[in-house]
């Protein structure tokens, strides 16, 4: 049974009830992430908040005019990769046309921008650069792990963002964007083709969607960066479809 929790015909950002018959409207939304009876979706240049028990949707933060400010003092361009910090409650997620990464603590709805520049977007690929210094290139899917992992999509690369207040962006796989492909083995030579999405899985794996080679990856070893391993667990490389078979053995491209 489908049931339509949010939303009604036609784009827009409107506060309102609802539900199969509300009147709320939302605006290209593309990411999701639930807190003490509450989710909260990443839009477009917004962050709503949709309560679970009213089913009601107001706007968290997003349409003002700052990149970083409090609520709806606060200015996003293309809201990606909602998560919420496993222990306490502030909400991380991308400004992708912005290319950075930021945090919003609920109690104060403070919006900081941790890793990626700001106000003016550009991209990069700066391995190890600190905090607004970090550049990214299309980043799309967050996870937390111990650490903060990016899926830094036109990089073709996966990162970690570390620290408390003095963030550093790192490079664990992928060789950059002139270097896409499949290669499986070692994290340091292991390729992706646009990564977009992450998840951790204890007690130190990565999983990865490849979107760009039509697979699943894994990397393990995530906390022992010279034991770091690539491999392919779903799909083969850039053949569309569906079919129950295991991936090839190997996994190289150029």
Sequence with gaps: YTYTWAGV???????????????CKLSYPRSIACHAGCCYNGETLRIRRMKISSKF??????????????????RFSSVRGLRFHPVHAILYGIDQTYRRLFKMPLDTLQVTTIAGATPTPSSGFQNGATGESARFNDPSGVAFFGWIIVADRNNNAIRTVEGSGNYV??????????????TDGPAGGAKFKSPV??????????????????????????FLSTQRMVSTIAGVPLQFGVAATAPPPSSTSP
């Design 197 to 222: 999405a992450v998840c951790g899985v204890p007690p130190g794996t990565i999983l990865v969607v490849d979107a760009g080679n039509s697979v699943i990856r894994k990397i393990t070893n995530l």
């Design 169 to 182: 962006a790192t490079v664990i796989a992928g060789k950059g964007p002139t270097l896409p492909g499949w």
């Design 9 to 23: 015909l036609g784009y827009g950002s409107v506060d309102g009830p609802g539900g199969n018959t509300g009147t």
């Design 57 to 74: 949707v107001d706007t968290t933060a997003g349409g003002g005019v700052a990149t970083e400010g409090v609520g709806t003092g606060a």
